[in-house]
C-alpha cells in the first residue's frame, strides 16, 4: 500500500467516527431527563419561557430535522451560541485557545524533558538498580490524582517557595510562561510515567535491533548509539505515545485549569456546568472530541511517513 | 516466587485498607460529618489524630469513612464495564462480520471523547451523584475489555481446543462461556486491577471539582478540595486523602504486577 492509499484508508476510517461523535454529542441534550427547558430554566421556568427556549433549542422539531440543523450550525462554525452571552460557542472557545493551547505545549515539552533521561538511563543497563528504580515511577506515578499533585505543586512551589504563581494566566508573555509552569509541571508529571514506561521499552527493543549491532560492530561508541541511533526512533516512539494519549492528556487539561484557575477551554466547560449553558458543553465536548480525532489521524500519518513499514501492512 | 510476593504484599495492603473502611465505626468514635464549630482546624491531639478541618469535623475519621465510599464506588464502577466489555468482545470476537464492524465503529467514537469531558458533560446531564459517575465510566470503560478480550477469542479461536469443541457439536453458548471464557479473560482480569484505579482517580477528580459524591459525606476528592485554602497551615488536610489514593494505587499496581507474572508461568 502506498503512503497516498493509506491516506486516503484512514481518512475514510475517519468518517464513522466523525458521524458517531455528532450522534453522541447531539443526543446529550436529549438525555436530559424531562423536558431539559425545564431543567435549564430551573426556578424560572414559566410555560412561555419554556417554549421560547424549546423553541430556540430547536427542540419543538422533527428529530431528523434537530440532528441536521445540528450539523449544519457545526459547518457554519458557529457550534451554536451561548445561552449566557449570546456568543456563538465557537469563538468563545477560540478566544480561550491560547491558554489551553500553551498548556498542552508546556506540558507535553516537561514531560519529554523528564521522560527522556529516565528512560536512556534505565535502558541503558537492563536490570541494574537504576532500571529497577525508573520502571517503580510509573508504579506509584500513575495513582497520583491530577488534581492532588496539582495541589502538592501549589503549596511546595507556590508558597513554601514562592517560586512561581499560583493561580491565574497573567498579561504579558512571560507573565504567561511563569503562570503556566505549574499546571504544566502537574501534566508533566501525570504524562511522565506513561511515557517513561513505552519509552524504556522501545528503547531496549531498539537496542536489541540488528543496525544497533552493526554499529557496535563497526566500532561505534556506546554514547553516539544511544544518542543518535537509538534516541531518534526512541522519539518517534514517543510522538506515537503521545498522539495514543491525547484523550487522556486532553481530559487532564480540563481538570489542571481548574486547579490552578487557568481560563482555558476546560474552565469554560466548567463554568458553563454551573450556568447549566448547554450550547457551551456541547460545543466544547465536540470540539475536544475532533481534537483527539484529528491529533490521533496526525500521529497514525506521521508514524506512517516516518516508517514506511505501518503503511505497508 | 518473587510474583507471588508482590500480589500478597499489594493484597495485604489493600486488605488492611478494605478492613479499616469496614471497621470504621471500631477505629473511630467520631462521625465523619459532625461538625464542632468551637474546634475548627486543630492540629493533631490525642482525640483527634489527624486534627479538624475547617468546620471541625474529625480529619481521621473522614480518612477511614472516605475509603468506604472511594474504593466501593471504585470496585463498582469498574464491575459493570468488565460484564459489558468482555461479554461484547467475546461475541465480536467469535461472530465478526457486521456485528463486529459496527461495534468496533462505536469503540472508535467513545475513545474519541476525552473520559473527564465526558464525565463532565454526563454530570451536567444525570446531576452531580454517584450515579452519574458510574454511568460515565460505564459509557467509557467497557471498550478497554472489549478490545483486550475479542483480540484474546481472535487468536484462541483458531485454537484446535476451539475446533474439537465445534466439532463435537457443542451450542455456541457452551463454547463461548466454558471453553473460551476462561482462556481470554486473564488480561482482561490484570487490566481490571488498573482501572479501579482510574476509576478511583475519576471519583477523586470529580469531587474536587464538585461534581461527585456530594457534600457533606467525606470523600477523598472533596477532601483535598477542603483542604487547599488552609494548605500553608494544615499542610495534611489536603496531603492525607491524596496519600491515600497514591497507597491504593500502590497497592492495586503490585497485585496487576503479581497476576502477570502469574499468568506468564
Given at each position: ?97 491560547p491558554e489551553t493551547?500553551m498548556l498542552?505545549?508546556g506540558g ?42 496539582g495541589?502538592?505543586l501549589i503549596?511546595?512551589l507556590g508558597?513554601?517557595?514562592p517560586l512561581f504563581p499560583v493561580s491565574g494566566f497573567g498579561d504579558t508573555f512571560l507573565q504567561h510562561l511563569r503562570s503556566i509552569f505549574l499546571p504544566s509541571l502537574t ?69 489542571v485549569e481548574?486547579v490552578f484557575v487557568i481560563p482555558g477551554?476546560?474552565s ?46 | ?265
Amino acid at each position: 500500500m502506498s503512503y497516498l492509499t493509506y491516506t486516503g484508508r484512514r481518512l475514510i476510517q475517519m468518517l464513522p467516527v466523525l458521524f458517531g461523535i455528532s450522534v453522541a454529542v447531539f443526543t446529550i441534550v436529549h438525555l436530559i431527563p424531562g423536558d431539559p427547558a425545564d431543567v435549564l430554566l430551573g426556578q424560572n421556568a414559566t410555560p412561555d419561557r419554556i417554549k421560547l427556549i424549546n423553541h430556540q433549542l430547536g427542540i419543538d422539531r422533527p428529530i431528523l430535522i434537530q440532528y441536521i440543523n445540528f450539523i449544519r450550525e457545526i459547518f457554519h462554525g458557529s457550534l451554536g451560541f451561548s445561552f449566557d452571552n449570546k456568543e456563538p460557542v465557537a469563538k468563545l472557545i477560540l478566544g480561550r485557545l491560547p491558554e489551553t493551547g500553551m498548556l498542552l505545549t508546556g506540558g507535553i515539552f516537561l514531560s519529554i524533558l523528564i521522560a527522556l533521561p529516565l528512560a536512556i538511563l534505565a535502558a541503558s543497563k537492563r536490570g541494574a538498580l537504576r532500571d529497577q528504580l525508573v520502571r517503580a515511577i510509573p508504579i506509584i506515578g500513575l495513582g497520583m490524582p491530577q488534581v492532588w499533585i496539582g495541589v502538592m505543586l501549589i503549596l511546595l512551589l507556590g508558597l513554601k517557595f514562592p517560586l512561581f504563581p499560583v493561580s491565574g494566566f497573567g498579561d504579558t508573555f512571560l507573565q504567561h510562561l511563569r503562570s503556566i509552569f505549574l499546571p504544566s509541571l502537574t501534566i508533566a508529571i501525570l504524562l511522565s510515567p506513561i511515557l517513561i514506561r513505552s519509552l524504556r521499552a522501545s528503547m531496549l527493543e531498539i537496542l536489541d535491533s540488528d543496525y544497533v549491532l552493526t554499529a557496535r560492530a563497526k566500532g561505534i561508541s556506546q554514547t553516539r548509539i544511544t544518542f543518535v541511533h537509538v534516541l531518534r526512533n526512541a522519539v518517534i516512539a514517543s510522538v506515537t505515545v503521545l498522539g495514543i494519549n491525547i484523550a487522556y492528556l486532553v481530559g487532564s487539561l480540563v481538570i489542571v485549569e481548574r486547579v490552578f484557575v487557568i481560563p482555558g477551554t476546560g474552565s469554560l466547560m466548567i463554568d458553563a456546568i454551573a450556568k447549566r449553558d448547554y450550547p457551551i458543553v456541547q460545543g466544547v465536548t465536540l470540539y475536544f472530541a475532533l481534537v483527539v480525532v484529528v491529533v490521533n489521524l496526525l500521529t497514525d500519518l506521521i508514524h506512517a511517513a516516518l516508517d514506511p513499514r505501518v503503511a505497508l501492512k | 516466587m518473587k510474583s507471588i510476593k508482590t500480589f500478597y504484599l499489594g493484597a495485604g495492603i489493600l486488605g488492611l485498607l478494605v478492613m479499616a473502611a469496614i471497621f470504621a465505626p471500631l477505629i473511630t468514635s467520631f462521625d465523619p460529618t459532625e461538625q464542632d464549630l468551637m474546634q475548627t482546624l486543630s492540629a493533631p491531639t490525642s482525640a483527634h489524630w489527624l486534627g479538624t478541618d475547617a468546620l471541625g469535623r474529625d480529619v481521621f475519621s473522614r480518612l477511614i469513612y472516605g475509603a468506604r465510599i472511594d474504593l466501593t464506588i471504585g470496585v463498582l464502577a469498574v464491575l459493570l464495564p468488565f460484564i459489558i466489555g468482555v461479554s461484547l468482545g467475546l461475541l465480536t470476537g467469535w461472530f465478526g462480520g457486521r456485528f463486529d464492524s459496527l461495534v468496533m465503529r462505536v469503540v472508535d467514537t467513545v475513545i474519541a471523547f476525552p473520559f473527564y469531558v465526558l464525565a463532565i458533560a454526563l454530570v451536567f446531564i444525570f446531576g452531580p451523584g454517584v450515579k452519574s459517575i458510574i454511568v460515565a465510566i460505564t459509557l467509557v470503560g467497557w471498550v478497554a475489555y472489549c478490545r483486550i478480550v475479542r483480540a484474546n477469542v481472535l487468536v484462541a479461536k483458531e485454537l484446535d481446543y476451539v475446533h474439537a469443541a465445534k466439532l463435537t457439536g457443542l451450542p455456541i453458548g457452551r463454547i463461548l462461556r466454558r471453553h473460551l471464557l476462561p482462556n481470554v479473560i486473564s488480561q482482561a482480569i490484570v487490566f481490571s486491577m488498573s482501572d479501579i484505579v482510574l476509576s478511583i482517580l475519576a471519583i477523586v477528580s470529580l469531587g474536587y471539582l464538585g461534581l461527585g459524591v456530594p457534600i457533606p459525606t467525606a470523600e477523598w476528592g472533596s477532601m483535598i478540595q477542603e483542604g487547599q485554602p488552609y494548605i500553608l497551615q494544615q499542610w495534611w488536610l489536603a496531603t492525607i486523602p491524596g496519600f491515600m489514593v497514591v497507597i491504593v494505587g500502590f497497592a492495586l499496581s503490585l497485585i496487576g504486577d503479581g497476576l502477570v507474572a502469574r499468568l506468564e508461568r
